[in-house]
């Protein structure tokens, strides 16, 4: 099994709303990521976590909250967001050791209106 | 400051000629390179890597090359099918989990 999955797919949610992004991996993946993406950019990182616990934040608004409930979920927590941070949202996780490549899940479209 | 760059934006190529998509890094601590593959609204793909320790890693028709002199990878897809039309990008890391760097995409139009 060489799946990322992220729930939902789509989200369409209002700038008072709180809503969850969700990532599961089952490949045993200590590393697991979130990225942004834009049209026409390349994936952005927004937060790192390693063995669970959060090892980089790219200087995130705090309106985005991650979570790390175990070695195999990852949440992102959404709470007041802008129309400017409608994009794709994308969860990665990557194993241990050299020259291993990260696993992307297939995104959350989200729009802010 | 980017790390990993991509400097054509886009690529037009006939159905059955090869593709070749270039990526440059300035990075010397990046020990191993990576393309993924997109389409429009999914995730990345991952298509085939090269550690630094080689210079050519092939999987069917995608071959990748690496110039650690000139700090130039590429990606050669040949024959190139309608299906690979998408957006390439080229990713780079080391060892370890700290986060891959991306370039900012090629896309790639393969006309039948």
């Known amino acids: 099994d060489t799946e990322v999955t992220q729930t939902p797919k789509h989200l369409v949610m209002g700038m008072t709303n709180k809503k969850s992004l969700k990532c599961e991996q089952h490949m045993g993946h200590r590393a697991m990521y979130w990225y942004k993406q834009k049209a026409k950019k390349p994936p952005e990182l927004m937060f790192v976590y390693s063995y669970e616990k959060l090892s980089i934040n790219e200087s995130v608004p705090s309106r985005f909250s991650p979570e790390c409930p175990n070695s195999s979920l990852l949440n992102l927590h959404l709470h007041a967001l802008q129309p400017e941070d409608s994009a794709l949202y994308l969860c990665?996780?990557?194993?241990?050791?050299?020259?291993?490549?990260?696993?992307f899940g297939q995104g959350t479209r989200l729009t802010v209106v | 400051d980017q790390q990993v760059k991509q400097n054509s934006p886009s690529l037009s190529v006939q159905e059955g000629r090869i593709s070749i998509l270039n990526c440059d890094y300035t990075n010397s601590m990046f020990d191993y390179f990576l393309w993924y593959k997109k389409y429009p609204a999914e995730g990345p793909t991952f298509l085939i890597s090269?550690?630094?320790?080689?210079d050519k890693n092939e999987d069917g028709r995608f071959t990748v090359f690496l110039n650690k002199s000139a700090k130039h990878l590429s990606l050669h897809i040949v024959p190139s099918q309608p299906g690979d039309s998408a957006v390439y990008f080229c990713?780079?890391?080391?060892?370890?989990?700290?986060?891959?760097?991306f370039g900012k995409g090629t896309r790639l139009s393969v006309i039948a």
């Open positions: 990665a996780s990557k194993g241990e050791g050299m020259n291993t490549e990260a696993f």
């Open positions: 990713a780079a890391g080391n060892s370890g989990n700290t986060p891959l760097v």
């Open positions: 090269i550690s630094s320790i080689k």
